[in-house]
Every structure is written in structure tokens, then in C-alpha cells.
Nanobody, 123 residues
């Protein structure tokens, strides 16, 4: 399965962006899907994940209450709504499909990775 992330851009602190991850090649409706991010000079970190049917979600503490992950299996998409953005949210954001159906936090659980989409939050 090929994944592609969309929706990055430049936004002021306090603003919102909605990222979308689209799958092609085959469906990822049986897979957990996660979002990760990597800022310059930093390691990749977990942001959010959602189980195969959307019944379970998982968030990093740094984004809890500000970001919401959702999925539409009919459209083969997973979205990340990001509100109240902060400069420290600036990073390349990547979506990934897991080996499993659950919403895992570890990158090692994820088999398919999309290219990143850059989010820049200005202060």
C-alpha cells in the first residue's frame, strides 16, 4: 500500500490545520494508522494513532486535547485535525499503516510509511 500525506503549510500560533493521509494500491481498512512527526535535529516522535475501525485512538501527551485523529474507511483516508497549534508543533508529519489493527505508539509497529508533509507554526 502506498500512503500520501497532504495538508501541511504555514500557520500562525493558535491556528489550525487538517492533515490527510490517503492510501492507494490497496485498502488499509484493516490496519491501525498512525501519525508521527520529526522536527529538524530531533528524533521522530509519535503523535496519534487510530485502530482499524476507529474504535480506539491514542495520542501523545503533547497533543492531547488539541489534535484529533479520525478515519473514513470508505474513502481510504485518515485525517489529523490540529487545533491550537504551537511553534513546537513545527515538523514534517508522516502517516503510517501498522502491521496490526490496533492504535500503537511505536514506529516499529508500522510497515508502510508515506512521505512527509511540512507543518510550520510561526509565533
Amino acid at each position: 500500500v502506498q500512503l500520501q500525506a497532504f495538508g501541511g503549510g504555514l500557520v500562525q500560533a493558535g491556528g489550525s490545520l487538517r492533515l490527510s493521509c490517503e492510501a492507494s494500491g490497496r485498502t488499509f481498512s484493516n490496519n491501525g494508522v498512525g501519525w508521527f512527526r520529526q522536527a529538524p535535529g530531533k528524533e521522530r516522535e509519535f503523535v496519534a494513532a487510530i485502530s482499524w475501525n476507529g474504535g480506539s485512538t491514542n495520542y501523545a501527551d503533547s497533543v492531547k486535547g488539541r489534535f484529533t485523529i479520525s478515519r473514513d474507511n470508505a474513502k481510504n483516508t485518515v485525517d489529523l485535525q490540529m487545533n491550537s497549534l504551537k511553534p513546537e508543533d513545527t515538523a514534517n508529519y508522516y502517516c503510517a499503516a501498522s502491521f496490526r489493527a490496533t492504535a500503537g505508539r511505536s514506529p516499529s509497529l508500522y510497515k508502510y510509511w508515506g512521505q512527509g508533509t511540512l507543518v510550520t507554526v510561526s509565533s
